[in-house]
C-alpha cells in the first residue's frame, strides 16, 4: 500500500454514520474518497459529501456517495483534504492540484478539518513549493506584473496543452516561485487585499488533526489549539 493510501484509509476512519463530510481534491483525497465510496456500499455508511471539484465530484458520483452542494448545507462536520506543504506550526500551502477555491471555501465552512499526507509534505518552513494564487481573468496580467514588481517570480499555471489553465470557478492561476515564506500570516493579509486575488493557497489555522503517511505506518499528529 502505497503511503497516499495509508493516510485515506485511516482518515476514513474519523467519518462517522450522520456526518456531512467535505471531500477533498488531489492524489491522496482519492483515496480518502475511494475508502468511504467502499465503506457507503459495504458497511451502509451514512454519510453526505460535499465535495471540493468537478474531478473529486465524478469520483463520488461514480461511487455511489450521497452529496450535497456546499450551498445547501449550513456547515460541513469535517472535511478531509490533502496538502502540498505543511508547516512546523501546522500551516499549509494547497491548490497543487488548482482546487484551492472551492477547497478554501468547504474548509471555512467546516467544523473541523484534517489533512492528510506523506512524509514528503511535511516541512520546516513553507515556500518551497509554488504558491498558488488564483486570479480573475480581467486585468490578470496587471496582477502578474504586479507580482513580478515584488520580486515574487510568478509563473501562469498551464494545461498540458500549453494553454492558461482554467479552474472550476472560471480563474487562472499565478504561482508564486517564492523558495520560503518567512511569516504566512503577512502575506495571507497582503494577498487578501490584493484587487483581482479571488483566493490564495495559503491556508492559515485551518486544520485541528495532520494524518502524515510513513513507511512504519501513518502518525497522527493532533495541532494545539490556539
Ligand atoms: C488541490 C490540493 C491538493 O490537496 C494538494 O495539491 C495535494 O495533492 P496531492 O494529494 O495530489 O499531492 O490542494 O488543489
Given at each position: ?27 491522496t ?13 459495504e ?33 460541513v462536520d ?22 484551492l ?11 473541523d ?27 490578470s496580467?496587471n ?15 498551464m494545461?498540458?496543452s ?59 499528529l ?5
Amino acid at each position: 500500500m502505497n503511503l497516499k493510501e495509508l493516510v485515506g484509509i485511516e482518515a476514513a476512519k474519523f467519518v462517522k454514520d450522520g456526518m456531512t463530510v467535505g471531500l477533498g481534491t488531489g492524489s491522496t483525497a482519492y483515496y480518502l474518497v475511494k475508502e468511504l465510496g467502499r465503506r457507503v456500499n459495504e458497511e451502509g455508511l451514512k454519510i453526505t459529501g460535499v465535495v471540493t471539484s468537478s474531478k473529486t465530484e465524478e469520483q463520488a458520483k461514480e461511487l455511489g456517495i450521497p452529496l450535497k452542494a456546499i450551498d445547501d448545507v449550513e456547515s460541513v462536520d469535517l472535511t478531509i483534504d490533502g496538502a502540498d506543504e505543511i508547516s512546523d506550526d501546522f500551516q499549509g500551502v494547497k491548490g497543487g492540484g488548482a482546487a484551492l477555491l472551492f477547497e478554501k471555501v468547504v474548509a471555512t465552512y467546516s467544523k473541523d478539518c484534517i489533512w492528510i499526507v506523506d512524509e514528503s509534505k511535511m516541512v520546516n518552513k513553507l515556500g518551497n513549493f509554488p504558491l498558488p494564487v488564483e486570479v480573475v481573468p480581467f486585468g490578470s496580467h496587471n496582477v502578474f506584473r504586479l507580482f513580478e514588481s515584488k520580486g515574487y517570480k510568478p509563473t501562469w499555471r498551464m494545461t498540458d496543452s500549453n494553454e492558461l489553465l482554467t479552474t472550476d470557478g472560471g480563474h487562472y492561476i499565478i504561482d508564486l516561485h517564492l523558495e520560503v515564506i518567512e511569516d504566512p500570516h503577512a502575506l495571507a493579509a497582503e494577498l487578501d487585499t490584493c484587487v483581482g486575488v479571488v483566493e490564495h493557497g495559503l491556508f492559515i489555522d485551518m486544520i485541528s488533526r495532520v494524518i502524515v503517511g510513513k513507511p512504519d505506518g501513518p502518525q497522527i499528529l493532533e495541532v494545539p489549539k490556539k
